[in-house]
């Protein structure tokens, strides 16, 4: 989804008002319990909301200039791996094993046989639709945020074609944009 | 969770961004090894001992008088040339820098002159038009050409001295760089 993003693909960057920064921070709050005690760090209350509106309906959500999260059209808010990897235990995480990592390094989608083999690892609980981390065998840091199209269980008995849509992985747009302007 | 837990800190690299343990798959490992001999030596034990290696091996084979620095920081081949990575590892070539004029037709006796690529050297294009204009006393204006690239429209035949008019205001555009296109091939202006 952001292979290919620069800050030509922002159409407007609004300052929003009150009302809808604090929906924003409620949606996040409910999204990550994890994250509420840091969040009033993260997004101060004082310091200005940015929501930028970029092409294929997606937003991003930067305080001082910095990405934090981003949805598509009234999805769930999700992550930047920057903030991820700050605070690593908000997600559900899937883990996919070595062979997989470079071709989600590149952008590709994860295929279920690299979450199920030995190497991958499954948060049971997982629903669909939901966005999970995606670790790496051997590796402690997160390089992809992905969002669930099948539920963990799914994927454990279908365990073929996309289990997960790559949103956001290392290196791509999103990542190399630490700062918008 | 009552504790506030702490951001943890990521070691990215320097080179590539990325955390130091996914450099390996990065767009371009190879430049990265340095950085992380110095930086994250755990990570990579390998990567050491084989430096090392290489490094003893390339000082026997070339000439043995000078000695190399023991840390292992030296990059290996500065001298390569630099080639922009697309994120799918494709080596992007780099864009030629010319300068592009062409003679279009339109109403039998009219016509309009194009000018492509001032903008690779470093030439604002909505500037040269405005400056295009007023020389030549006619419309110039910047289109939107084919594929995406701008290019600035002039009417008028204003080729005779085009080539000199770019080279006095931009210096830095040489006349070699000139090219015309006639007849559908390209030819030298200089």
Known sequence: MFKKFSSEEVSAQNQVKASVQRKI?????????????????????????????????????LVNDVPLFFNIRDGPYMPTLRLL????????KFQVDRGAIKFVLAG??????????????????????????????????????????????????????IGV????????????????? | MAEKPQPVRVLYCGVCSMPAEYCEFGPD??????????NAPNLY???????????????????????????????SAPKQEEVKRLPGG??????????????????????????????????KLSDASKKLGKKFATGASVVKGP???????????????????ITDTWPDVPDTAIFFIEDGRKVPAA
Not at chain 2, 147 to 165: A, L
Request: glycine share 6%; net charge neutral; charged share 30%.
């Open chain 1, 25 to 61: 921070r409620q949606s996040i709050a409910e999204e990550y319990p994890g994250l509420e005690p840091v969040l009033d760090e993260l997004l101060p209350k004082k310091s200005a909301l940015v929501v930028a509106k970029c092409q294929n309906h997606l937003n991003l959500v």
């Open chain 2, 90 to 123: 494709k080596i992007k070539k780099k864009e030629k820098q010319e300068v592009v004029i062409e003679k279009v037709i339109r109403n039998k006796r009219k016509c309009i002159t194009t000018v492509k690529g001032l903008e690779l050297f470093g030439v």
């Open chain 2, 29 to 38: 490992f190879e430049k990265c090894k340095p950085w992380l001999i110095h």
């Open chain 1, 165 to 181: 849509d790559n949103m956001h992985y290392l290196n791509d747009g999103l990542w190399k944009m630490e700062r918008l302007n």
């Open chain 1, 85 to 92: 990897h700050q605070y690593p235990n908000i997600m559900k």
């Open chain 1, 108 to 161: 590709a989608n994860i295929m279920c046989p690299g979450l199920t083999s030995p190497g991958g690892a499954l948060d049971e609980e997982v629903e669909a639709e939901t966005p999970v981390a995606i670790m790496a065998e051997g590796k402690q840091h997160a390089l992809a945020i992905g969002f669930t199209k099948m539920s963990a269980k799914d994927i454990k008995s279908i365990n073929k074609g």
């Open chain 2, 147 to 165: 594929t995406e690239k701008e290019q600035i429209d002039v009417q008028g035949d204003i080729s005779y001295d085009i080539v000199e008019f």
């Open chain 2, 45 to 75: 034990p390998d990567l050491i001992k084989l430096s090392n290696a290489k490094e003893a091996d390339k000082v026997t084979e070339q000439l043995q008088s000078t000695g190399i620095s023991s840390d292992g920081a030296t990059p």
